[in-house]
């Protein structure tokens, strides 16, 4: 089911950028935070299904 972590995903990257617009990061910090968050959200899918 992977709809269910592409809207797990969207949401976090909307926080993400609330969170990045206070408190400047720089963008490869972001994208390190997303690669990591990417990792997760599959190890978890391929746990839960």
């Known amino acids: 089911m992977p709809t ?3 809207i797990i995903l ?3 990257l909307v926080l993400a950028d ?3 617009e206070k ?3 720089s963008k490869k910090d ?3 935070r997303f690669v990591l968050l ?3 959200l599959i190890g978890v899918e391929k746990f839960l299904f």
């Open 4 to 6: 269910i972590s592409l």
């Open 10 to 12: 969207a949401f976090l």
């Open 18 to 20: 609330k969170y990045i």
């Open 23 to 25: 408190e400047k990061l």
């Open 30 to 32: 972001v994208f390190i």
């Open 38 to 40: 990417s990792i997760v």
